[in-house]
């Protein structure tokens, strides 16, 4: 769903702001306003925080592209195909990136009791590694080896 105009009308004009910056990072006051409209959205309070920690200028220029038209992969076959191998390597990255991500998640000591037993992750969706192309991933998609859940998140489909 794509969000309020003026939420992105006004996003637009801090990245601008943030841009004009000699060092983006120093813009303060801008990244708390961006980050309170961005709060206002449907996006993942997660990616949001990490974008704006980061102060990230061409990822939050993505979340606000996300916002202004959020794009869902078409299911028919794009006209440049990557090849076979392309797709086994970015499968492959993909998978590793998640086991990485969920290792990452269970081994934080700060979300549990350190004299439990522990527990698994509840991590299922990623964002794609940035490696290889979105054609390649909505390639991933159309042969049913990922499924797209939205906002540039993927998830295994276990076939």
Known sequence: MPADPEI???????????????????????????????????LEKNHVDNVVA????EKLAA??????APEE???EAPENVPDDMTLQKA???????????RLDDESQISNRDPLSKGEASKIDQIIPPFEFPKEVWDELVRRDKLK??????YALTGK
């Not at 979340?63 to 202004?68: E, F, P």
């Open 8 to 42: 992105v009308k006004k996003l637009n004009e801090l990245l601008g702001a943030i841009r004009a910056y000699p060092d983006p990072r120093r813009a303060s006051a801008e990244w708390k306003q961006a980050y309170n409209l961005l709060k206002k959205t449907d």
């Open 54 to 57: 980061m102060r990230g200028v």
């Open 63 to 68: 979340l606000i592209g996300d916002l202004a």
């Open 73 to 75: 992969p078409t299911p």
């Open 91 to 101: 499968l492959r990255a993909f998978k590793k990136r998640l086991r990485l991500t």
């Open 148 to 153: 797209y859940t939205g906002k540039g998140f």
